[in-house]
């Protein structure tokens, strides 16, 4: 799976270090859409990222996509388990 240069992949850091990946996407970039993506406890996460750019960072950038699936994942002990995943698409207008 290749890596999207525009993506920002959510995990366990605090939510400032992503609104931060994401408004370096915006400003130093130029891009005009920056996805976040996270997966399991980590998305709630990823929505406090998408609101606190909107609300506090970037005011013009709207929310352009909302998509939700389910991940099989292998575990240690090798069985599959289902992880929920979310990817937030944010457009500069």
Do not use: C, H, W
């Not at 400032?16 to 994401?22: D, K």
């Not at 998408?50 to 292998?74: C, G, M, Q, W, Y």
Request: glycine share 4%; proline share 2%.
């Amino acid at each position: 799976m290749a890596q999207e240069d525009n993506a920002v992949l959510v995990g366990n850091k605090p939510a400032m270090s992503y609104v931060l990946a994401v408004v370096t996407q915006f400003n130093e970039k130029g891009n005009k859409e920056v996805v976040i993506k996270a997966r399991g406890k980590a998305i709630s996460r990823a929505v406090d990222v998408a609101e606190i750019v909107r609300n506090r960072f970037i005011p013009d950038v709207k929310v352009k996509d909302i998509s939700i699936a389910t991940d099989t994942l292998k575990s240690e002990n090798g069985q599959e388990v289902n992880v929920s995943s979310i990817t937030i698409v944010l457009a500069k207008e």
